[in-house]
């Protein structure tokens, strides 16, 4: 037996794990909290009052305000590492009911959604340690940062590029409701369906609106070297808010939004791990 073959079944188990799948899934609650935070600042910054960062680190520190936050947010951090683990064991030797460029595809997607989930999980430990920069600012800084060196600002637009790339993505991953083949759906019932379907394709294509402004605003950023409206989802929402009828659209955003985090609850009971 190869050493790539043992690597492989122990990956396979591992991945299997029934521990791993319970935190897993208690991480699409917390995934869900975080949405939920997220959308609420949104909605404040919709109609123009003051807020935390408009973004998933925002939506940690004002958990972390309230009693027990941060024991909650360390809670939720620990959730999303299980889920990243999990992800880069489905990128490594998950997905095989699908064949050929599909399945090379999904483990691509979970590949990303690894570091998607330990990136929130970072930040969430962060947030614990109560790191005193946002993740705005941060990425504010490194704009400014990689536009001061050679070649920075061709780096910060592909960048740009990329974050523009994710959203269109998400918006066609909610359209056409691909998200549903990672779903239990013969264990809902026909009213569970419809309404899962609902809250996905509003979340996917609201995460992937504010995801696409994100994206415009870094490759703007790079091409008129201005650092300041490179700060991530944060300017995104303000910069949709600036714009005519902004407050409703806004709004719609962060309901969408709010729809993904109620989809992350269904994940949780019906997300196949």
Known sequence: MSATHTAGTTAARAKDSRPLEILARAGFVGYGVVHLLFAWLALQIAFGQPAA????SGALRTLAAQPLGGFLVGA???GLVAMGIWQAFEAAVGHREYRGRERMLERLSSAGRTVVYLYFAWTAFQVVRQATSSSADKQQA?????MSSGGGRLLVGLAGLGLAALGAGLVW??????FERHL????MSPHTRKISRRLGVAGYVAKGVAYGIAGVLVVTAAVNYDPDRA???????HTLREQAFGSILLTLVALGIAAFAVFCLVQARYRKV
């Open 231 to 237: 700060r991530g989802l944060d300017a995104a929402l």
């Open 142 to 146: 490194l704009t400014e940062q990689l």
């Open 173 to 178: 991953y909610g359209f056409v409701k691909r």
């Open 184 to 187: 239990r759906t013969g264990e």
């Open 76 to 78: 939720i951090g620990v």
């Open 53 to 56: 960062d408009g973004d998933q």
